[in-house]
């Protein structure tokens, strides 16, 4: 079964940077696009970014794009999510998702089938 595991959150002032990694283990990562979400508290979850299975095009919600940047490294069978500037609603768990969707989409839905537990984000002074 797969398994996907976040990891890379923590505490930063605004203005710092993090780099997330999403791992996969029992299986790869090449078969299909990843998402990354994130959930505030008492918020619903969100569509951050996310890259496609077929091409590796990549996708940004407005509130990111220019600041975060979603890359893969299949070597590794882990996606990153490269977090800049960052501020203090960036605060959240930060979450990644399989799709087997040939072009991934900014949407909370059932296409994406596979979860990890979270990692915390927390941007503050």
């Known amino acids: 079964q797969v398994h996907l595991v976040e990891s890379g959150g923590g505490f930063v002032q605004p203005g710092g940077s993090l780099r997330l990694s999403c791992a996969a283990s029992?299986?790869?990562?090449?078969?299909?696009?990843i998402g990354w979400f994130r959930q505030a508290p008492g918020k619903g979850r969100e569509a951050v970014s996310c890259?496609?299975?077929?091409?590796?095009?990549?996708y940004y919600a407005g509130s990111v794009e220019g600041r975060f940047s979603i890359s893969r490294d299949r070597a590794e069978n882990t996606v990153y999510l490269q977090m800049n500037s960052l501020k203090p609603e960036d605060t959240a768990i930060y979450y990644c998702?399989?799709?087997?969707?040939?072009?991934?989409?900014?949407?909370?839905?059932?296409?994406?089938?596979?979860w990890g537990k979270g990692t915390q984000v927390t941007v503050s002074l």
């Open positions: 998702a399989t799709t087997e969707l040939p072009y991934c989409r900014l949407v909370v839905a059932p296409t994406y089938g596979h």
């Open positions: 029992g299986f790869t990562l090449d078969d299909y696009g």
């Open positions: 890259i496609s299975r077929i091409d590796d095009s990549t």
